[in-house]
Structure formats: structure tokens, C-alpha cells
């Protein structure tokens, strides 16, 4: 043999090994592969997806405080009920009714125990009258909504006031604890019983481009002993934060010069303070610490505890508050949760119990209960908090001895874990055996605890929040805990996706969930349940034309990192049977959310991205026979049917879609890199083309997705989810020439700075689009990071965006856009506040009216503006009616207000003096009990 030949052999030898070993990995049958792949590194995957979605590409970072920023410009843009003369869509909400969104806070009236607060991520606040039957949103849908923490003054006569704490702390493995995307602007106050929400001014971020100890928010704790004074307490960014005037005013206690992260804080009856500092980039005061009167501190934990405790939680026990339990992860020591893994999560749980004096040294005794914390080479069976993500302790409220721990599962020791015989698994993923692998979740319970909280002094009933909303149970002593769902009503749930049935008239709506799996309903009713056909984190998903009305018939839905399923489901919304179908891989050959699109024409057809490991090329799959997957309850992936189209594509790829018309069975790629192809003929001998790159204003990189004409092909608009990055174009030549249309979705510049520069500044994330042809012409959708956008005429950078279902969406993010043909219905995927669904009867919804007032000049507007020591505020009143002028700065702080009293109808102009401002950006609004309308002000 020669040296060519045996070269060859070689290669041939490695390759079936390789294929061997990805077949054999992926074609498993157990739970733990088919249900939860990798759930130690599931929120990793996560975290890096959502942040190459939206980071500005020439930074490499999310801009610090977009959000808070974005919702500041949103409400400068017009709004659809703007004049009574348009025909406003109707938005409705589809649900799902039953299931709940990830829940970090939440927390029972102590004055009446059927009163119940709670808070989504990214759904606001919640509240129930009858221990969570049924759940009304409080907050303001314009405020912001990731919620992380809710605490109640329980002081007698100051039951009413409630605070709820938003930003989430980024609890990455790889050392990023703040992602700027989940960065909140502060704190809110409620005087009424959580019916309605004040942003606590105080709180809001003294500059939303740099990081803030208000940032982020963990819990927040109040001082139930001082009865003169309003006193709470705030752990923040790696710092923890006190008020005595209700939060008027704050001093920062412990943390270093710069916000760093982890913080806790506890505070007992008696008033004494418990608080922890954990070790991060900047941390300063790591720590545990003890305090009487909240000014001065002692470190109680030096030389106690692994110094290298990152996020750190704790539990004063309700009958001694003497005793605390404090459960941190510390990586490399404590309890490993999967000992045979190297990479492996590590967690340590201590008692601490107060004895003398300060408390430190011989003044407290620590016991290291770390050895006893579930450990298992099976992660249905241990504990593992997920690189920070998901970490609580409570002790039962009458027996300290009694103790709950929760990370993915939720664990109960009977003798504060001092061993492990008395420890049971009660919720999170199910403990028992089962053959059915749909039933990986503990009975009426989810993976992922964030959140305990007892109802009542005796403690038995308790209350538990996770990724998958919220749960009741009666006696959480029992030998085997039974939960009761409370998430009717709830509706908190965050989609990635979106499909519907393109050409049966049916009310079929599914969508791929944030931790909830494909979630599915055939019924336009917003109260009836809905099912979740596929578990884990749903994907992208489809229907197959031509289903029943009923909805019976093929799906196609998938979890993360590609896995892909063939099912029939019938007319009642009930599994039939499945088959999983996509090419065998692992997560380094499908992206987190993996996209993947059926041919428009031919339903048959279907193309997925994936990376080829072997070729090192990112290529489109296409499978040219779907009938042809037999539905025998397969769970293992298969390379049968699936072919390499053959052109080579550059970047990763991130959304695929096929024209409807003229002509049929042309597919659209984006990438990651800016990139985009044309391929006509899809689904045969393909015409491969790679599109002009995009050079107008500050183009992004990250195609999210493209929409096509429902009648040409060669109409295509497409929308880049860089933040700081012009974010839509539109084409009517296939992609070959580009025009920006994003117009007043995206930021003004200042005076002086060219065109090119268009796209920085802060406008929001543009996440979906969709064309909508009617009968009096075209309708152009936009899903944003701050809601739901439309016009009816592009007009390159002039083209006005119209705020839709102000009241009903709000301004949640709006991840997906699915619409049919035949009759316009188009289905609205939020991260947050579930579906949304509409007709799309005409062309211009809510705006019947000329463009000059669609761009607000006839309804408000300033002049000078830019301006220097005053201007001008014009506008056109509808109601005579007191008025209120406000005047914020970009970290939403009011810098001036004037009470107008009543104006006239008609035009009014009110001078407004600026020579107390510096030169900057600022908002102007007018409000009324009738007006609502805010304009953007330069100052120079």
C-alpha cells in the first residue's frame, strides 16, 4: 500500500470513529440526554447567544443601560390610538393562560393571606386575591419589567407599601456578572397594596452607559423594629444600600468603589443586619457581616467560609434569629454536583449561630453542613446552582431544624442538613422512575428555584418559584410533597418562536419557550389550557399546511442546540406520536436557538443551519422528503434524508426563510457576520448567491430575521438586533441594493454628525419583521426590544414607525412574527407576556392621518430644538384639563416640573427655561389625565 492509499485509509478511519462517537452520544435513550442535555451549561449557552444577538460588534459589549435608555426613547415615538380617525388593530392576548414565565420574586400580604405579589423576569409585577387562582398585572407596561425582588412593610399601619427591585444579575460561570441587557433602572414603590408602581427616583442610575450599584438588585430587606422611621435595605450590585426615609434618600454601607456583583441581606425582628458581599471582579468587603444599627459592621465569616464565595444567599430562621443558614457556590470546594465531572458546579452550606458580643470570633459558631448537600453523577438527582443562576435557602418558620435548599432541584433536610439521611427531593426534576421520558419534572413542579416563600407562621403551606412560574403546596413536611399549579392567569412566559398554520384557517398558535418548552393551542380562547407537546427550552418551530381545523395533524418543534422532532398531534391538542429528525450533532454544530424553516411551496422541504465540524463550514441542511420520517416514538436524530446544499456560507447562520411568489422556492440565509445569500430553486439544483454586503449609515451584523413579500419574491425586508447599529433595510431587487428604512426607530444625532453615523445612540434591538398585504395596500411590522411597530409606507430613512398595542404589549420585547396569507392573522410572541394575536385588516393600523401628524409635529413638538437657555413646547389640545410638564434626564430622573393648570383646546405654547440644565439629552412629557406625549430635547 502506498503512502496516498494508507493516507486516505486513515481518514476514512477517522471519520467513521468521529461519526461513531456523535451517533453513539446523541442517540441515547435516557432522560438525562434527551430531556436536559448539559444543564450545567445550558444558561452558559444562553447567555453567550443573547449577548452575540444584540452587542454592539465594534465594542464586542451590550451599551450599559440601553434598556433603561431604550425605554426612555420609546416614548417619543407615536403611539396607534394617536387619532380617533385610524382603525386601530385589535391586539389580543392568546395566552399561555396556564403556564408562568421565570419568577425570581415573590411574596404573601402579612395582613391577608390570599394576597400574593409576584414577579416575572420579564413580565412585570403580578398580583392575586385568592393565593394565586387568578393573577392581574400591576405594573406599568412601559416600565420596566425584570423583576428580581419584592418585599412588603409588614410594620402595623404600613402594610400597603410594597417595593419591587428589577435587574438581573448575570450569573455567569465565565466571570460576567452583569449583562447589560439585564440591567434594571432602580427600585419601585407602592403606597397602595401593589395596585400601582413609582419608580423611586433616587434609585435610578446616575448614568445609564456605566454600571451602577443599582444596576443589578438580588433581594431587598426591611427593618420591621424601627417604628419611627421607613428603613430598608437594598442588596445591589455588590453593594448593599440603606434608606430611612422609604427611599427618598440612600447610603451605601458595604461594597467597593465600583459595582462588582453578588449581595444579600437579611434583617431580624429585633433589627439586627445580616449581610453578604461575594467575591467578583471589583468586589469589595467580601464577605459575611453583622450589624445592629446598619452604619457599623463586622465581618463574621474570616477564615470560616471558602474565600472564594461568589453569589452568596441566607435564611435568618423566623423562631431564633440567632441562626442563619448561608448557601453560596464556591468553586473547586464544598459539595461538587456531579463528582464525576471535572468541570463540575460546587456549592457550600454553613449554619451560623449567633452567641455574644459582635458575633465574630468566639461570639458565633459555624458549622460546615457543605459535605451533606445532594451529589450525584446524575443531575436529576443533585444540586447544582448553574454558574450562579439559581440559588435559595428558607427555613421553615416554627423549626430552624427543618430546612430548604434549591438550586435546579429543591431539597429538604429535617435536621438543617447536618446529615444526609434525613434529606429528601421534593420538586424540581422528578426524583421517581419513570418510562415516560415527558414526565423528567417533579409532579405540578420545575427545575430552576429561585424563590420560597411560607404562608403563614406554622409554615406548612408553602409557595415556590421557578422557571417554570409558580407552586403551592399544603404540607411541605410531607413524605412526598404534592404542588398545586398557580399559574392560571399568570401569564409571564418568554418565546423565542412563533408558528402558525399558513393555510388552514385554524387557531392554532405554538411557540418555543425560555425553560417551558414548545408551548401549543388550537383555541382562540385565552382562559382555555394550553399544552406542551415538547419539553426543555422550546425553539423553532412549524406547522404543516393543510392541518385540520382543529388543529390536527404534523408539527415540526425543537429544544436547544438543534433537536429537532417530527410530531402529529390531534384535534383535542394532545401528542399523537413523534419522531426526532435532524442530523446527528452536538451544541458545537447548532446554535442555542437553532433556525430552521419549511419551503413556503413545498412543505416537504425543510432547510436547517448547521456547522460542520469535520469541513469547518457553516452549511444549510435540506430535507427533501419529510413525509418519508416514519413517527415510531424515536428519540435519536438521524442523518437519513438530509443533504449539504453546496455553496459554502461564511458566517454562522441565524435566520432562513422562503418566498412565497414569483418566485416560489427561493431561500433567504443571514448570518451572524452581516452576511446574506439568495438561493433560488431551494429545494433542487439550487442558484447560489451571496448579497452585496449592507454599507448605508452603521449596518448591523446579526441578521435576525427576513420577511418577504407575500406576492414578490424580490421584496424583502430584513432587520439586524445589534444594539448601537442602523437596524432595517428593505429591498425590491432580491437583496442586490439596500435602502434604510429603520427611520424613527432608530436615535436622532446631534448636530453635526453625518448620515453614515445613523443607527448609534438609543434606539431598541429590532428582533422580527413581517409584511402584511391587505386589500387598500401593504403593512410593514416591526418586533423590537421595546414592542410592537408598523407603517404602511417605507420612505428610506424617513419612514415612520407607529407603537402598536400600547395598552396590551406594551413595551415587552417582541421576539417573533408569524403571519397567514389568507386572511392577514398574525401571530405576536413576547419575551414575557406570552402571545399576542391580531388581523391585519388595513393597511395603516391606528393611522388613518397624514404624515405630519403621524411624525407628531401637529400634535407636540419643541422649537428650538436643539436649544440652549430655553424653548418652546407646542401642543395641540383636545380636552381643556389640568396639565403637568416634566422635564427627564436619560437616567429617567426628573429634572424639572411645572404645574400648567388647565389648558385650552386647541394650540397651546408653553415656555419652558433651560439655563438650569447642563448641555445633554433630555425627554419632555406632558401629561394629563387625557395626554400622555413625550418628545426628545437636545440642550446645548
Excluded at 394550553?530 to 426543555?536: F, G, I, Q, T
Aim: glycine share 10%; proline share 4%; net charge negative.
Amino acid at each position: 500500500m502506498n503512502i496516498s492509499s494508507k493516507l486516505r485509509v486513515f481518514a476514512l478511519f477517522i471519520l467513521v470513529i468521529i461519526s461513531a462517537f456523535l451517533l453513539f452520544k446523541f442517540n441515547g435513550n435516557s432522560p438525562e440526554n434527551i430531556v436536559e442535555q448539559q444543564v450545567d451549561e445550558k444558561q452558559e449557552q444562553l447567555a453567550k447567544w443573547m449577548h452575540e444577538r444584540l452587542m454592539d460588534p465594534e465594542t464586542g459589549e451590550i451599551p450599559q443601560g440601553i434598556r433603561e435608555r431604550e425605554f426612555l426613547f420609546a416614548k417619543t415615538l407615536p403611539k396607534a390610538d394617536i387619532s380617533s380617525r385610524g382603525e386601530e388593530l385589535t391586539y389580543s392576548l392568546r395566552g399561555p393562560h396556564n403556564t408562568g414565565g421565570r419568577t425570581r420574586a415573590i411574596s404573601y400580604d402579612v395582613t391577608n393571606l390570599q394576597v400574593l405579589l409576584a414577579g416575572g423576569v420579564n413580565g412585570g409585577v403580578w398580583k392575586s386575591e385568592n393565593n394565586g387562582a387568578t393573577w392581574k398585572m400591576t405594573s406599568d407596561k412601559h416600565a420596566m419589567q425584570n423583576v428580581t425582588a419584592l418585599v412588603q412593610d409588614t410594620r402595623t399601619g404600613h402594610e400597603k407599601t410594597w417595593y419591587y427591585a428589577t435587574g438581573e444579575g448575570n450569573y455567569s460561570s465565565a466571570g460576567h456578572h452583569g449583562s447589560a441587557y439585564l440591567q434594571g433602572n432602580g427600585v419601585y414603590k407602592s403606597t397602595d397594596n401593589g395596585e400601582s408602581w413609582k419608580l423611586l427616583s433616587s434609585t435610578a442610575t446616575n448614568d445609564p452607559k456605566i454600571p451602577s450599584d443599582w444596576s443589578y438588585i438580588w433581594n431587598m430587606a426591611i427593618d420591621p423594629s424601627n417604628l419611627n422611621k421607613e428603613e430598608i435595605y437594598v442588596a445591589a450590585n455588590g453593594a448593599i444600600m440603606r434608606s430611612e426615609d422609604g427611599g427618598q434618600s440612600w447610603e451605601k454601607e458595604l461594597g467597593g468603589s465600583s459595582p462588582a456583583g453578588f449581595a444579600w441581606v437579611g434583617v431580624t425582628s429585633s433589627g439586627v443586619v445580616y449581610a453578604a458581599i461575594g467575591n467578583s471582579t471589583f468586589a469589595g468587603n467580601v464577605g459575611i457581616w453583622r450589624s445592629v444599627d446598619g452604619k457599623n459592621w463586622i465581618n463574621i465569616s474570616s477564615g470560616k467560609v471558602p474565600s472564594n464565595m461568589q453569589r452568596v444567599v441566607f435564611d435568618i430562621a423566623p423562631s431564633n434569629n440567632n441562626i442563619l443558614y448561608v448557601l453560596m457556590r464556591t468553586p473547586g470546594t464544598g459539595s461538587a454536583a456531579n463528582p464525576g465531572q471535572p468541570s463540575t458546579e460546587y456549592s457550600s452550606l454553613y449554619q451560623y449561630e449567633y452567641l455574644s458580643g459582635d458575633g465574630n470570633g468566639s461570639g458565633g459558631r459555624w458549622s460546615n453542613r457543605s459535605a451533606n448537600i445532594p451529589s450525584h453523577t446524575n443531575l436529576y438527582y443533585s444540586f447544582n446552582s448553574q454558574g450562579n443562576y439559581n440559588l435559595v435557602v428558607k427555613v421553615k418558620p416554627n423549626n430552624y431544624n427543618i430546612v430548604f435548599i434549591g438550586s435546579t432541584n429543591l431539597f429538604r433536610s429535617t435536621n438543617g442538613f447536618s446529615s444526609k439521611t434525613t434529606t429528601t427531593q421534593i420538586g424540581g426534576y422528578n426524583p421517581e422512575p419513570f418510562s415516560n421520558p415527558d414526565e423528567y419534572r417533579y409532579p405540578n413542579h420545575h427545575p430552576d428555584n429561585h424563590a420560597i416563600v411560607f404562608r403563614g407562621n406554622s409554615g406548612n403551606e408553602m409557595i415556590s418559584a421557578t422557571d417554570g412560574g409558580i407552586h403551592f403546596t399544603r404540607n411541605c413536611t410531607a413524605t412526598k410533597v404534592v404542588w398545586e399549579w398557580k399559574n392560571n392567569g399568570y401569564v409571564t412566559s418568554q418565546f423565542y418562536t412563533v408558528a402558525i398554520d399558513h393555510e388552514t384557517k385554524n387557531s392554532v398558535v405554538l411557540g418555543g419557550t425560555q425553560d417551558n418548552g414548545t408551548q401549543y393551542t388550537n383555541s382562540d380562547v385565552n382562559t382555555k389550557d394550553w399544552s406542551d407537546p415538547l419539553k426543555s427550552d422550546g425553539s423553532y418551530c412549524a406547522v404543516q399546511k393543510g392541518n385540520s381545523q382543529q388543529g390536527g395533524g404534523i408539527y415540526y418543534m425543537s429544544s436547544q442546540n438543534g433537536a429537532t422532532y417530527k410530531v402529529k398531534m390531534n384535534d383535542n391538542g394532545s401528542k399523537n406520536s413523534y419522531q426526532r429528525m435532524e442530523y446527528p450533532g452536538t451544541e458545537d454544530n447548532y446554535s442555542f436557538i437553532n433556525p430552521y424553516t419549511l419551503d413556503y411551496n413545498d412543505n416537504n422541504v425543510m432547510y436547517m443551519a448547521y456547522y460542520d465540524l469535520l469541513k469547518s463550514q457553516n452549511v444549510v441542511k435540506r430535507h427533501n422528503n419529510l413525509g418519508s420520517i416514519p413517527l415510531a416514538n424515536r428519540r435519536s436524530p438521524s442523518a437519513s434524508g438530509w443533504v449539504d446544499l453546496s455553496a459554502v456560507i461564511s458566517g454562522r447562520i441565524t435566520t432562513l426563510k422562503t418566498s412565497r411568489n414569483n418566485p416560489n422556492h427561493r431561500l433567504y440565509v443571514g448570518c451572524n457576520n452581516a452576511t446574506m445569500y439568495r438561493i433560488d430553486n431551494a429545494n433542487g439544483t439550487i442558484n447560489w448567491v451571496e448579497l452585496p454586503r449592507i454599507t448605508q449609515y452603521r449596518a448591523g451584523v446579526y441578521v435576525s430575521d427576513i420577511a418577504v413579500h407575500p406576492d414578490d419574491g424580490e421584496k424583502i425586508l430584513v432587520c439586524f438586533s445589534n444594539y448601537n447599529k442602523y437596524s432595517i433595510y428593505y429591498s425590491e431587487n432580491g437583496g442586490n441594493t439596500w435602502e434604510g428604512v429603520a427611520g424613527n426607530l432608530e436615535d436622532t444625532l446631534a448636530p453635526g454628525i453625518p448620515d453614515l453615523a445613523l443607527g448609534q445612540g438609543n434606539g431598541p434591538s429590532v428582533r422580527t419583521v413581517a409584511i402584511a398585504k391587505t386589500y387598500d395596500g401593504i403593512t410593514y411590522f416591526a418586533g423590537t426590544s421595546t414592542g410592537l411597530y408598523a407603517t404602511y409606507k417605507l420612505d428610506g430613512h424617513n419612514t415612520v414607525w407607529v407603537e402598536q398595542a400600547e395598552k396590551e404589549i406594551g413595551n415587552t420585547v417582541v421576539e417573533k412574527l408569524d403571519i397567514r396569507d389568507s386572511d392577514n392573522y398574525m401571530a405576536i410572541a413576547t419575551h414575557g407576556r406570552g402571545i399576542f394575536s391580531t388581523y391585519v385588516t388595513n393597511s395603516t393600523p391606528g393611522n388613518s392621518i397624514d404624515d405630519d401628524l403621524l411624525k407628531f409635529k401637529n400634535v407636540m413638538r419643541a422649537y428650538p430644538n436643539p436649544a440652549g437657555g430655553k424653548t418652546s413646547v407646542s401642543a395641540k389640545i383636545e380636552k381643556q384639563e389640568p396639565f403637568v410638564l416634566s422635564v427627564y434626564n436619560e437616567m429617567a430622573q426628573v429634572v424639572k416640573s411645572i404645574d400648567l393648570g388647565e389648558l385650552t383646546i386647541g394650540e397651546n405654547n408653553i415656555p419652558v427655561s433651560l439655563e438650569d440644565l447642563n448641555p445633554g439629552t433630555y425627554f419632555v412629557n406632558l401629561k394629563s389625565s387625557s395626554f400622555d406625549r413625550t418628545i426628545k430635547l437636545m440642550v446645548h
